[in-house]
Structures are given as structure tokens and as C-alpha cells.
């Protein structure tokens, strides 16, 4: 192995070889061609020693792209993803048969010359002189090297790795400039496990931990001989060699590495012919990439937790900068998924609705007080085949949810009873609550004035449904008039600021509008998690906070670790807690003995808010307990489904409600999430009940016309003045249809 002088420069076979860069030999040979002489010629004429010094010296060594690994918060992997398999290994996690392997088939004389082997050269030059045809080349292990970094730093850019790739005199007397300032740096061993690290082997696996894993599903150290003569075989054309699909070709190249091992002398004669005997013995693990992956039905999490981590600022200042840290990997996510949480999900979901349905339902639980996402699914699976969905209906749009998520009917209302009790508002408060009504006009909001302009009216379930009504009955049983007359009395302002203040938006990011229909009866889409998350601040008495779903980041680097800052949930006051006690109270008599009865918890304190939109295209339901909070919505992601006669998870149903269908759901998910679990209670207030010898008997008549299902039938409304509600043209939660599109539309429009 050549060494350098005292004084620090080159040897005298590195400093050959830097003269033999520019000249004729080392352009023909490097290139892999055999050049005419007028064109060698006129390289000499223009190289030299001072062209090739003004060559870039700095080797720009990216990172090397790894395979990334999501966990959930116990430690289990939910999904590997990467742009590139690799795992980075030291050279003593290497087995020494797979490094004598690839020198002796790739560079046999590697420890014994420099950046340039300059007796390869003029073997090279001459066969392929005498052949008339490239049939060799000249190229260092070193070299090599070289240009799998120009490959790597390219990424998926075909431009970039046609650059990086292309066979010219230019490129190749660059690679050989900075092969001498790797050989100088390095030195052997380095580059040695730096080109093990960076070589493809085929099968989407990069470095030789990959490859090792891929063909025998074992570590590169424990490669045995034949092993790593096969592997060291396919570098030099991973297609052509591939044994997975062409046995015999890559049989016949790993003996001819074995040859070549016997002949340098790595292994003996009848170490080679006995190891040439031996069958691949192959134990392919096929690639595992991507969410689509993901265990439990962890997959839409998954992509979340991906947008996340393109979305947010923490990890880089543009989203092409986060992109890139992403597809680089090596990271080790911890998440915030409970596993126990996250297979009750995809239980229930799975006991209740059929992927094959004409609607789809998603859920997702959030735990208060900390934001933290414990689970989150949906009855569609991830994918791109019929009856699957890469869209996350759990989520905003903005990180792979529809275009505005859901409207969310009744479940909106304790966000305006909040409002109200913060604006001092009696729980005892009653109004007359007729069957129907106009909408009371003017209502103030944050500016000027809604006017009720165009004769928009209001009316209950059914006509039985008459007050007066306090609070606590009104919630129950989720009477829209006795709420839009709430509204009316405080104002649309209140209702905005409390929504602000929970987060509660439309799937789209942006803010609700200043209506009626909007901030009384839910006529606009949010997603499964913004209702969990505001739903969670009732139980965590009145703190929200915004949710999460990464514990932390760590991130390897070549062979070194660092942790990443991630972002944490804010925690900030919503409301007083007697406020939040209240609207517990309140929302504790919907699974007692309202319309969310059926999804009622047995074996704790649990409260809820069922609902359901025009049409009946989506039915929600929204609950919690102390220390968990749950969203269920159920529909059609095209809001072209009216959820009327249909079969849903092989039971017919003549209506959906939002007690009949994503109430279980909701009951069977949290029930397996906290089993085991605490069982805290609320911290309740005494509302007094309504009197109970009222001459009108104000339930009399609540199910007709409903199917016996045990719910006592739902709740909400429609306002007559929607004459379509798959128009848009009555209200701001209308449906111009198709393509997870909702439109806005001009009017207070109405949601059941």
C-alpha cells in the first residue's frame, strides 16, 4: 500500500496518477473507450498538470439516505418508509468474507494502489485496443465510490443522476480528481465501508445491511462465504444478476466471484469448489415501504404523521427543506399511538362497517389534557384499489384529509352552550322552543348584523317536540329551535371566539362563518379529529390542547445519532371549569337518556353529542370520559349518499342516526381502548331538572317513523328554507357534489 511522504504530500503512485488524469491513457481508459488518436491527441494537447490542479477538490458527501422507523408510544413499529432501504453499518458489523468479496471482484488491488490503478489501466487499454470494443475498465473501487456519491446526491433527480452517470472524458478525470483527495482522507478502511454503505444491490436495497436483509433476512456480519460472493457479484449489474428473479445467472456470477476470491488468495481452492456447491440459499424478505405497510390499520396515522412532519417549521424552513430531511431518514419517529387504543379502533370500525359499503366511517381518539393521539382509523383501508382511500378522512386537508372535512349537525351545539355559559347565561335557561320557527333576525356577530333576509326558518325532529325547554332537556334531546334562540340572545361573537379558542375550524383551515346555520347546527365540515380534540377540552375542564403525534425524533446520521426537536402540544384556558362542569352535566343526560343512549358507557362516567346532517349524508358521534375523547363520523366522502334504507356493516337501516351507527362504533372503540384503564369521574353541577308535571307530554311521538334500534330516535332538525341540500344554494355547508368538494353557499342553509 503506497504510502505518503513525511512532509504530507502525495506518494510517487499518487502523484503518477494525478499526471496520468490528464493524459491521454487515463482519459481513454477512464471513459472506457478506446479513442482514435487524433482525439487523444488533442486531449494531450490541451491537458496538463496546471489544467487538472484548477479541477474542484471537495468531495460534497450528502448524508447517506436511510430507512426511517415509526413507532408507536410503546416502542412497536408501525411502518418503515424511505426513499432509499439502507442502513448504515460500521465496517466490524461487516462480515470479513462479503469485503474480501467485493475487492477481490470489484478492485483485487485495492490496498495496494492509490486513487488510480495504473497497472489496471494499461490492461484495460491494451484488451480493449486489441478487441476493438469496450470489454474493460479501468475504474478504482475509490473511483467507484466517487460516483455513487454523485448518484446519491442526485436523489430521485433524472437529470441530476443522468449527469452523475454519463460516460465522458470530463466526468471521469473529476471522478479521478476527487477519487485522490478520498484516498488522502479517508484512507482504505474508510472508503472500504463507506462503498458498502452507498453500493445498490438491487431489490430496492442500498448498502450491504439492506441486501443482507433482503436475500437472506440476516445482518451483513453474519454473511457466510457464498453469501457474500453472491451479493459482491451483483453490484457490478444488480438487474442482470438479481436472484430473485434469474437464479441460475446469479449462481453463475457468484461462482465466478468465489474463482476470484481463490486466486488472490482470500479463500482456498476447495473452500471456493465447496462453497460453489452450495444452493443461494435465499430467504427473501420482500420490501416493506411505506405506510400502506402499517400494522393495526395504523397506515392513515402513519401518512399523518408524515405530513406533520412536512408541515411543521421545527424541522426546516421551506417544505422542500423538510422534504428532504424526510426522504434523507434514518429517523426513528416515536409516536404518540397507543396500541391498545389503535386496535380497538380498527376492531370496531371493522365490526361495523364493511370496506365494500356505499358510505365509509373514520374515528379518532385523542387524550385530554395533553393533546396526544391515541388512535385513529377508518373503514376504507389505505390504498389505491377498489374500496380503498389514500384520503384521511380523520384529518384537515391541508395533511391529507378531504377538502373540508364533514358537516357536523348536531355535535356543534355544547361548543354555543359553552359560549353561552361563559357569557353568564343560566344553565337553567329556558325559551319557548317551538316545533318551527323563522330565524330570529337581526343576530349580532363580530361586525354588522346577520339579517334573516331571504325568510330562512328552523323546526325541530318532529312536531311533538315543543317547549319550553330548559338547557338541559334541549340538550338532550337536541331541540335546534331552543339553540338557534340561544344563539339569537348572546350573539354569533361569543359562539366564533369559543371556537376559535378550541380549534374548532373547517377542514379547509379556515375560520367559521358568522351565521346561524353554521354556529348553532353544524352546516360545516370539520374533520373526526378537530371534534375529539374540542370535545377533549370539556373533559380536561376547560384547558385545550392542541393535538400531537410525536413524542420525539431521533435521527442517525452516518453512524451518528442526534435528537430532533419536534413539536409540542400548547395547553391554554378555553374556559372556566365550571363551565366545562356544566357542559359535562349536560352532555352526561345525552347517553343517560337522550339520543346518544346507545353509545352510553356502563362501567364509567362518560358523557356525548349525537348528530346528523341534511339529507342524512353524515351522522356523528362525539363523546368522551375524564380521560379520553372520541370522534365517529359516518358517510359518504362524495356527500352523494343519503344514509336512508341502506345496509351498513350487513345491518339495514330505514334512517342513520348519530346514535345508531357511529354510537356503537364509539361505545365497542372506547371500551376496548380504556379496558384496564382508570375510571376518573367529572367533576358534575347540579342543574335542576325541568318540572316534571308539565301538561303536554313533549316526548309523546319522538319515533315515529324511526326503526326500533334502542336510540329513541335522534335529534336534529332541517330548515325548510333548503330546498336541496346537495346544492349549496341554502346554506354554507351545501354540496355542489363528487370529489370530497363542499361548496359554500349564501344563505344560513341547515344541518340535521
Known amino acids: 500500500m503506497p504510502k505518503k511522504r513525511s512532509g504530507g504530500g502525495l506518494s510517487p503512485t499518487q502523484q503518477a496518477a494525478k499526471f496520468l488524469g490528464v493524459s491521454v491513457l487515463a482519459g481513454a481508459v477512464l471513459a472506457g473507450i478506446a479513442l482514435p488518436a487524433v482525439g487523444a491527441l488533442g486531449l494531450a494537447a490541451k491537458g496538463s498538470v496546471e489544467g487538472f490542479d484548477a479541477l474542484p477538490t471537495n468531495l460534497k458527501t450528502p448524508p447517506l439516505s436511510q430507512r426511517t422507523t415509526i413507532l408507536d408510544a410503546e416502542g412497536g413499529t408501525i411502518a418503515t418508509v424511505y426513499s432509499r432501504d439502507r442502513t448504515v453499518v460500521d465496517l466490524k458489523d461487516i462480515s470479513p468474507y462479503m469485503q474480501k468479496a467485493i475487492v477481490a471482484i470489484e478492485d483485487s488491488r485495492f490496498y495496494e494502489h492509490g486513487a488510480i490503478d495504473l497497472k489496471g489501466v494499461l490492461r484495460a487499454l491494451n484488451k480493449n485496443a486489441r478487441s476493438g470494443e469496450v470489454s474493460e475498465g479501468a475504474s478504482t473501487l475509490t473511483q467507484q465510490y466517487v460516483k455513487n456519491v454523485f448518484v446519491e446526491e442526485a436523489g430521485d433527480d433524472a437529470t441530476k443522476v443522468a449527469q452523475a452517470t454519463q460516460q465522458t472524458i470530463g466526468r471521469k478525470i473529476q471522478e479521478l480528481k476527487l477519487a485522490i483527495q478520498v484516498e488522502e482522507e479517508l484512507g482504505k478502511k474508510k472508503i472500504l465501508e463507506n462503498y458498502l454503505n452507498i453500493t445498490f444491490f438491487g431489490q430496492q436495497a ?57 486466486q488472490v488468495g482470500d479463500i482456498s481452492p476447495a473452500q471456493a469448489e465447496k462453497a460453489k456447491k452450495a444452493p443461494l440459499g435465499l430467504k427473501v424478505s420482500k420490501p416493506k415501504n411505506g405506510c400502506i405497510t402499517a400494522v393495526n390499520d395504523a397506515s392513515f396515522f402513519c401518512d399523518y404523521v408524515h405530513e406533520v412532519f412536512l408541515s411543521e417549521p421545527v424541522f426546516g424552513k421551506t417544505r422542500k427543506d423538510r422534504a428532504k430531511v424526510w426522504n434523507q431518514g434514518g429517523l426513528t419517529i416515536r409516536t404518540t399511538l397507543d396500541p391498545q387504543a389503535q386496535e380497538s379502533v380498527h376492531q370496531s370500525l371493522e365490526d361495523h362497517v364493511n370496506k365494500s359499503d356505499s358510505v365509509a366511517a373514520a374515528s379518532t381518539l385523542v387524550e385530554p389534557g395533553t393533546g396526544r393521539i391515541v388512535a385513529m382509523g377508518q373503514s376504507k383501508p389505505y390504498g389505491y384499489g377498489k374500496n380503498e382511500t389514500e384520503i384521511n378522512y380523520s384529518v384537515d386537508h391541508a395533511v391529507g384529509g378531504s377538502n373540508y372535512g364533514f358537516p357536523t349537525g348536531s355535535t356543534f351545539k355544547p361548543f354555543l352552550a359553552a359560549a353561552a355559559l361563559e357569557e353568564n347565561v343560566p344553565a337553567t335557561k329556558e325559551y319557548a322552543s317551538p316545533y318551527d320557527m323563522d330565524y330570529p333576525s337581526p343576530i349580532q356577530t363580530c ?16 312536531e311533538s317536540e315543543v317547549g319550553p325547554y330548559r338547557l338541559k332537556e334541549a340538550m338532550a334531546k337536541s331541540v335546534n329551535t331552543y339553540f338557534v334562540q340561544m344563539l339569537a340572545d348572546i350573539g354569533l361573537c361569543p359562539v366564533s371566539s369559543m371556537a376559535d379558542k378550541l380549534d374548532v375550524h373547517q377542514g379547509n383551515g379556515d375560520k367559521l362563518p358568522q351565521n346561524p346555520s353554521a354556529l348553532a347546527l353544524g352546516s360545516v365540515g370539520m374533520s373526526p379529529l378537530t371534534m375529539a380534540s374540542a370535545y377533549a377540552t370539556f373533559a380536561s375542564r376547560g384547558m385545550h390542547c392542541t393535538p400531537v403525534a410525536i413524542e420525539s425524533i431521533t435521527q442517525k446520521v452516518g453512524n451518528k445519532q442526534k435528537s430532533l426537536e419536534v413539536p409540542k402540544s400548547t395547553c391554554s384556558r378555553a374556559m372556566s371549569e365550571k363551565t366545562a362542569d356544566s357542559v359535562n352535566t349536560l352532555l352526561q343526560g345525552v347517553v343517560d337518556s337522550g339520543t346518544g343512549k346507545a353509545a352510553g358507557l356502563s362501567d364509567r362516567d362518560n358523557a356525548g353529542k349525537t348528530g346528523t346532517t341534511d339529507e342524512r349524508k353524515n351522522a356523528w358521534f362525539v363523546g368522551y370520559t375524564p380521560n379520553m ?19 351498513i356493516g350487513g345491518q339495514y337501516h330505514d334512517l342513520v342516526f348519530g346514535g345508531a351507527v357511529p354510537g356503537p362504533i ?43 334500534d334502542g336510540n329513541n330516535g335522534d335529534d336534529e332538525g332541517f330548515i325548510a328554507g333548503l330546498t336541496d341540500g346537495g346544492t349549496g344554494n341554502g346554506g354554507p355547508g351545501g354540496f355542489p357534489g363528487g370529489n370530497l368538494i363542499q361548496g359554500a353557499g349564501n344563505g344560513p342553509g341547515g344541518r340535521r
Open 206 to 262: 442500498y448498502g450491504v445491511e439492506a441486501a443482507s436483509q433482503r436475500y437472506f433476512s440476516k445482518h451483513a456480519k453474519d454473511l457466510n462465504v457464498q453469501e457474500a460472493a453472491l451479493l459482491a457479484g451483483i453490484v457490478q449489474s444488480p438487474s442482470r444478476y438479481d436472484p430473485v428473479n434469474d437464479e441460475a445467472e446469479a449462481t453463475k456470477r457468484r461462482n465466478i466471484v468465489l474463482n476470484r476470491m481463490a
Open 447 to 462: 361586525d354588522k348584523p346577520w339579517i334573516n333576509d331571504k325568510s330562512y326558518r328552523v323546526e325541530n325532529e318532529n
Open 666 to 708: 364509539w361505545k365497542d372503540a372506547m371500551t376496548g381502548a380504556l379496558s384496564g384503564k382508570d375510571s376518573p369521574s367529572f367533576n358534575l353541577v347540579d342543574i335542576p331538572d325541568e318540572d316534571k308535571n308539565k301538561e303536554k307530554d313533549k316526548d309523546k311521538g319522538r319515533d315515529k317513523d324511526k326503526p326500533d
Open 629 to 647: 375523547s372520541g370522534a365517529v363520523w359516518v358517510g359518504s366522502a362524495s356527500q352523494k349518499v343519503e344514509m336512508k334504507n341502506i345496509t
